[in-house]
T-cell receptor, first 117, second 110 residues
Framework: DGGITQSPKYLFRKEGQNVTLSCEQNLNHDAMYWYRQDPGQGLRLIYYSQIVNDFQKGDIAEGYSVSREKKESFPLTVTSAQKNPTAFYLCASAKETSGRGNTGELFFGEGSRLTVL | QKEVEQDPGPLSVPEGAIVSLNCTYS??????FMWYRQYSRKGPELLMY????GNKEDGRFTAQVDKSSKYISLFIRDSQPSDSATYLCAMRDYGQNFVFGPGTRLSVLP
């Protein structure tokens, strides 16, 4: 089945540790995104990538890093520099949306919940 | 003023009621409008996607867009307990900028 797979679903981290969240999609989508979701707030964009080997910072990129070495994969590293990393992290993908008439729907994975101990 | 405003709820309705969920936005560049349903501890699931002003119907769901008023709505007819979830509106311009509302939590009581 086509979709977006995030792992792990739950992750615990000690302060000062880096952790990497995995995101894989088999939808053949060009664009991939990482969002952070906190209670009572809308989704906030961390990073996005429109093509392999290229990515842009979103609104809250500080303390995070990403890579896009393959079209299917967009891992997110939460570094020790992120001051408040406990949150629900969502990976998403979309068809390339440049120009009018493209579909542009955003599809999400099931999320990864990170808790800092 | 936030780019996208959404009544946070929570909203409780009896089973069978018609539910109206609403978002307003300030950026006239938004052209594509989406509604997502998110169950607790799950990723958002796309319910409706619309481009033009007007109504779009899919089963018990109707999405309404009024670009002149910068207002979108999602109507749920014959609501069911399984509709209990958080509903997120989202919108996008012609680029890659998706913006989300904070979500409305809905409870449908049997």
């Amino acid at each position: 089945d086509g979709g977006i797979t995030q792992s792990p679903k739950y992750l615990f981290r000690k302060e000062g540790q880096n952790v990497t969240l995995s995101c894989e999609q088999n939808l053949n989508h060009d664009a991939m995104y990482w969002y952070r979701q906190d209670p009572g707030q809308g989704l906030r964009l961390i990073y996005y990538s429109q093509i392999v080997n290229d990515f842009q910072k979103g609104d809250i990129a500080e303390g995070y890093s990403v890579s896009r070495e393959k079209k299917e994969s967009f891992p997110l590293t939460v570094t020790s520099a992120q001051k408040n990393p406990t949150a629900f992290y969502l990976c998403a993908s979309a068809k390339e949306t440049s120009g009018r008439g493209n579909t542009g729907e955003l599809f999400f994975g099931e999320g990864s919940r990170l808790t800092v101990l | 003023q936030k780019e996208v405003e959404q009544d946070p709820g929570p909203l409780s309705v009896p089973e069978g009621a018609i539910v109206s969920l609403n978002c307003t936005y300030s950026n006239s560049a938004f052209q594509y409008f989406m509604w997502y349903r998110q169950y607790s501890r799950k990723g958002p699931e796309l319910l409706m996607y619309t481009y033009s002003s007007g109504n779009k119907e899919d089963g018990r769901f109707t999405a309404q867009v009024d670009k002149s008023s910068k207002y979108i709505s999602l109507f749920i007819r014959d609501s069911q307990p399984s509709d209990s979830a958080t509903y997120l509106c989202a919108m996008r311009d012609y680029g890659q900028n998706f913006v989300f509302g904070p979500g409305t939590r809905l409870s449908v009581l049997p």
